[in-house]
């Protein structure tokens, strides 16, 4: 007979079979399969943060840092990708006459590079043995559950307790980046924990229905909207530096600045959609 419980540990269980079956194609970047990999891994550790209560201590700590641990390098040369389409998408969304300089050319290339290393360093890190280690204890793991005696018994009500805490850490951060207003750190950390509320909406679907569909969708608006405006941070980061270097080069800033105006404005209309999903979901 189906428990509760059993959700989330076909949520992970699904997930480890992602990062299992990802991995080759990771190692050769096959279109969509480090992006694929890492939300796999964001949306485990996710789960074993929030549903922690249900498993004995010993092992989670350790596996969610190791999830960590390679989120990180499947991050950088999916974020180089992100980035770059975004960027040339915003160039080519310009008239010729507004671009001074070979701003596709340096844009591309430099981020070309930014991803090849990425990913090197990423291919790198799979043929550790610490890479190992984490793919077998994720997989013993999911095998077999360290579930506590509560924890296999745990009703409706308390996974649901539990998601709530997700989402209460949510509130927190979001009243302490509202104090500011437009800091971008601290949005960034409503948007990680905005994340885990998503993610652990998403495994508690099959035990909450229609009540859980609509909690997956209020999240994922947020997370959308938050994560367009982290991009709008990143990528104006990025062109100020490009116009640095395009000027010791000897080649016009301008096209670059005026991406930056573009980003701020995205940035304003991002943030004001994120506070307002938030605001939903929230209620």
């Known amino acids: 007979m189906s428990r509760p419980s059993d959700s989330v540990l076909d ?3 699904t997930q480890a079979g992602v990062i299992a079956d990802r991995a080759d194609d990771v190692l050769v970047d096959a279109p969509d399969a480090v992006h694929r990999s890492r939300v796999a891994t964001r949306r485990a550790r996710s789960a074993l943060r929030t549903f922690a209560p249900l498993f004995t ?6 596996l969610r840092n190791e999830l960590a641990w390679h989120a990180d390098h499947l991050g950088a040369p999916r974020d180089a990708e992100v980035l770059k389409e975004r960027l ?9 006459a507004e671009i001074a300089g070979p701003v596709r050319r340096r ?4 981020l ?14 799979m043929g550790t043995e610490r890479y190992a280690a984490l793919r077998a204890n994720l997989a013993d793991f999911v095998a077999d559950p360290p579930l506590r005696k509560d924890g296999r018994r745990a009703t409706r009500d308390r996974l649901v307790d539990l998601l709530d805490g997700a989402i209460e850490r949510v509130r927190r951060l979001e009243a302490r980046a509202a104090e500011i207003g437009d800091d971008a750190h601290r949005w960034h950390e409503v948007r990680k924990a905005a994340k885990a509320a998503r993610y652990c909406s998403e495994a508690l679907v ?7 569909e609509q909690l997956l969708r209020a999240w994922e608006a947020v997370t959308e909207a938050l994560g367009e405006f982290q991009d709008t941070v990143v990528a104006e980061s990025y062109l100020a530096t ?3 270097r395009a000027r010791e080069a000897g080649e016009p800033a301008d096209t670059y600045l005026e991406l930056v105006l573009v980003e701020l ?12 999903a938030l605001a939903a979901a929230l209620t």
């Not at 040339?88 to 010729?96: A, E, F, G, I, S």
């Not at 844009?107 to 430099?110: H, K, Q, R």
């Not at 099959?206 to 859980?212: K, R, S, T």
């Open 112 to 125: 070309d590079a930014t991803h090849e290393h990425a990913h090197r360093s990423l291919v790198e890190s």
């Open 11 to 13: 949520y992970l269980r």
């Open 57 to 62: 201590k010993g092992r989670l700590r350790g």
């Open 265 to 276: 404005q995205s940035r304003d209309e991002a943030l004001a959609l994120g506070r307002e």
């Open 107 to 110: 844009l591309g290339d430099a």
């Open 206 to 212: 099959p035990v909450l229905g229609d009540h859980g």
């Open 88 to 96: 040339l998408t915003r160039v080519n969304d310009l008239d010729d």
């Open 242 to 244: 490009a116009a640095v």
